[in-house]
C-alpha cells in the first residue's frame, strides 16, 4: 500500500519553465489536495478537488493549474515558474472531504526555481 | 489567511517528560485536526476531534478543545526522542482545512 506517491521528488527549474507535479493515490479517496509548505508559513492550500470531475482554487492558485485525471490522481501544473514558487508541495487525499476526514500526506516535492 | 495559531513556536524537552502544545482558532469549526511532520516528510494524521467533543485519546496522546475559548491543546506524555517533530493543527469550518504554522518538539535523551 502505497498511499499517496508524488512525483519527482526534487526539481530545479530556470524562471519561465514549465512542469507538472505529479499525483497518484491508491486509497478510492474521493478528494484530493495541493499545498505548498514555506518556512514560517505552514501549509497553504493551492488547489483542491472535492470528487472526480471538479476543481475548486484554494487560498493561492495564482500562477498553478490542475488536473482530476481520474479518481487516482491529481496533477499540479506551474506554466511559467517563478523565484516565488520555490517551495515543498505537497499533495494529499481524504476519503470525504477535508474538513470532516483525515488528511493523507505524500513526502513531497521540493522545487527550487532559479 | 491563518486560522489556527499554535503556541509555543518551539519547545525543547528530555525523554521521558510531558509535552503540551496549544492551538488557537479564530471562528467557529465543525473540527480540529492534529498532525505530525517529522523533517523532510509529509504531514502524519493524529487526532481529529469534532466541535461536540471535549476530549480524545489515542494512546500517548491526549487533545482536548474549548469551543468557548477557541483553543485546544495536545498533550504527549511520556516524550521519546522518536516524538521529536513539528505538529501542526488545523481547523475546519467550511470547505478548507487551515494549518497553523506549527510547534517544533525536540525530545532529547
Known amino acids: 500500500n502505497a498511499g499517496v506517491t508524488q512525483t519527482p521528488k526534487f526539481q530545479v527549474l530556470k524562471t519561465g519553465q514549465s512542469m507538472t507535479l505529479q499525483c497518484a493515490q491508491d486509497?478510492?479517496?474521493?478528494?484530493m489536495y495541493w499545498y505548498r509548505q514555506d518556512p514560517g508559513m505552514g501549509l497553504r492550500l493551492i488547489y483542491y478537488?472535492?470528487?472526480?470531475?471538479?476543481?475548486d482554487k484554494g487560498e493561492v492558485p495564482n500562477g498553478y493549474n490542475v488536473s482530476r485525471l481520474n479518481k487516482r490522481e491529481f496533477s499540479l501544473r506551474l506554466e511559467s515558474a517563478a523565484p516565488s514558487q520555490t517551495s515543498v508541495y505537497f499533495c494529499a487525499s481524504s476519503e470525504l472531504g477535508q474538513t470532516n476526514s483525515p488528511l493523507h500526506f505524500g513526502n513531497g516535492t521540493r522545487l527550487t526555481v532559479t | 489567511s491563518q486560522q489556527g495559531e499554535e503556541d509555543p513556536q518551539a519547545l525543547s524537552i528530555q525523554e521521558g517528560e510531558n509535552a503540551t502544545m496549544n492551538c488557537s482558532y479564530k471562528t467557529s469549526i465543525n473540527n480540529l485536526q492534529w498532525y505530525r511532520q517529522n523533517s523532510g516528510r509529509g504531514l502524519v494524521h493524529l487526532i481529529l476531534?469534532?466541535?461536540?467533543?471535549r476530549e480524545k485519546h489515542s494512546g500517548r496522546l491526549r487533545v482536548t478543545l474549548d469551543t468557548s475559548k477557541k483553543s485546544s491543546s495536545l498533550l504527549i506524555t511520556a516524550s521519546r526522542a522518536a516524538d521529536t517533530a513539528s505538529y501542526f493543527c488545523a481547523t475546519g469550518g467550511g470547505t478548507a482545512l487551515i494549518f497553523g504554522k506549527g510547534t517544533t518538539l525536540s525530545v532529547s535523551s
Open positions: 478537488s472535492a470528487s472526480e470531475g471538479t476543481t
Open positions: 486509497m478510492n479517496h474521493n478528494s
Open positions: 476531534i469534532r466541535s461536540n467533543e
